[in-house]
């Protein structure tokens, strides 16, 4: 079973453009999370999607942030204008739902770095 | 509010040598989920357990171990004769269910670098 995966691995832009990263849970997770690590501080939660609803995205920092989950297969994550605050980290999670026996635990992806100058 | 605390930022232990990272948490909620995951230099994170607050027994995998204890609210994990190939950051995480039966986010603690030397 193919585990998250997430495009690209790594992207460098400059202040003002954009960038768009995408994440493919594993095959049959209802549940997407999109979480991110900026440079010495914590893993912080953005959004989470339960197939292709938002249903939860008091994470995200502002609207230049922009999450899509369109047939509740892979999720894009669109950042536009990107600022110097916006490098980091990105995760992906995913995980089951309802009565499967790993509800409970979200499975990650490897992370796109982003960097932004 | 939920909020994990792992107070060790780094450590620094020679091979073979036991060494125990410490994580403690707050929550309100009665039914909750703790999680430790691993982050090698690769950059991935990978789980390493779930414990349920409902299941205080200690657990043992390998070289590993996890001790959890409600009272103290922390649940700490032991690697056993470490090797280099444990060096990595660790991260201690908490989360629960929504009504859904879907999990909700998970709090992160700040991580603790292990480096192991041979």
């Known amino acids: 079973e193919a585990g998250v995966t997430q495009f690209p691995s790594h992207s460098v832009i400059e202040k003002g453009q954009t960038v768009t990263l995408r994440c493919d849970p594993i095959s049959g997770h209802d549940n997407l999370y999109w979480y991110r690590r900026v440079m010495g501080k914590e893993i912080k939660f953005l959004l989470h999607f339960v197939k292709e609803s938002k249903q939860d995205e008091s994470g995200m920092p502002n609207n230049r942030f922009l999450a899509e989950r369109t047939g509740g297969t892979y999720s894009t994550l669109k950042v536009q204008p990107a600022e110097l605050e916006d490098s980091g980290v990105y995760f992906c999670?995913?995980?089951?739902?309802?009565?499967?026996?790993?509800?409970?635990?979200?499975?990650f992806g490897p992370g796109t770095r982003l960097l932004v100058l | 509010a939920q909020k994990v605390t792992q107070a060790q930022t780094e450590i620094s232990v020679v091979e073979k040598e036991d060494v125990t990272l410490d994580c403690v948490y707050e929550t309100r909620d009665t039914t909750y989920y703790l999680f430790w995951y691993k982050q090698p230099p690769s950059g991935e994170l990978v789980f390493l357990i779930r414990r349920n607050s409902f299941d205080e027994q200690n657990e043992i995998s390998g070289r590993y171990s996890w001790n959890f204890q409600k009272s103290t609210s922390s649940f700490n994990f032991t690697i056993t004769a470490s090797q280099v190939v444990d060096s990595a950051v660790y991260f201690c995480?908490?989360?629960?269910?929504?009504?859904?039966?879907?999990?909700?986010?998970?709090?992160f603690g700040s991580g603790t670098q292990l480096t192991v030397l041979p």
């Open positions: 999670a995913s995980s089951p739902q309802g009565t499967s026996g790993n509800k409970e635990t979200q499975y």
């Open positions: 995480a908490l989360s629960d269910l929504i009504s859904s039966g879907s999990a909700r986010q998970l709090t």
